[in-house]
């Protein structure tokens, strides 16, 4: 099993809602992260957990808060989104530091 | 800012033909360089990948060739076909970081005509 699993794989929130992205992988990666995309950009990283505690926080604002429950699971969680958060995100796992595996993404659209 | 990508927004090739898809790095600590395809809708999928030391790899169809001095990557596509059609990025880290992230280049729109 080589699969990134996202879900949902697509969502729409309002400015005042709270919602969770969540990420699943089953290969025993023991690194995950947390990529957004805006349209026709390349994926930029927002945050790593590596051993199931947060090592990189790219200076991402406290409206997303990532979340490592067990080494299989990754969740993202946002709260009162603006309207340029819109974007794909993107899930990744890698074992150490080479290639990542990535998730087909959930698009979020904030209204 | 980014410090990898030279940037190429779209390459037109004619099917059948060999695609050479082109990118530069700034950092010199990069030592770990990946090519990904993204599909429309779709995530970064892997294609291939290259330590620094070496200076070309091989897949299927496709041939990573990295010049260090200049500090330049390539992907050349055999034979392209019409499911080549994607984004190409490359991409690039420091392997001694850990689970340091990567870094994308800006991107290259490859399009097959038939």
């Known amino acids: 099993d080589t699969e990134v699993t996202q879900t949902p794989k697509h969502l729409v929130m309002g400015m005042t809602n709270k919602k969770s992205l969540k990420c699943e992988q089953h290969?025993?990666?023991?690194?995950m992260y947390w990529y957004k995309q805006k349209a026709k950009k390349p994926p930029e990283l927002m945050f790593v957990?590596?051993?199931?505690?947060?090592?990189i926080n790219e200076s991402v604002p406290s409206r997303f808060s990532p979340e490592c429950p067990n080494s299989s699971l990754l969740n993202l969680h946002l709260h009162a989104l603006q309207p340029e958060d819109s974007a794909l995100y993107l899930c990744a796992s890698s074992q150490g530091s080479l290639q990542a595996f990535f998730g087909q993404g959930t698009r979020l659209t904030v209204v | 800012g980014e410090s990898v990508g030279l940037h190429l927004p779209t390459l037109s090739v004619q099917e059948g033909d060999n695609s050479i898809i082109n990118c530069a790095y700034s950092?010199?600590?990069?030592?770990?360089f990946i090519w990904y395809k993204q599909e429309s809708g779709k995530g970064p999928q892997f294609i291939i990948d290259i330590r620094s030391n070496m200076d070309k790899r091989q897949g299927q169809r496709v041939t990573v060739l990295l010049n260090k001095t200049v500090k330049h990557l390539s992907l050349q596509i055999a034979a392209t076909q019409p499911g080549d059609s994607a984004v190409y990025f490359c991409a690039e880290k420091y392997s001694g970081g850990g689970a340091d992230g990567l870094t994308f280049g800006k991107g290259t729109h490859l399009i097959i005509q038939p």
């Open positions: 290969m025993g990666h023991r690194a």
């Open positions: 957990y590596s051993y199931e505690k947060l090592s």
């Open positions: 950092n010199s600590a990069s030592d770990y």
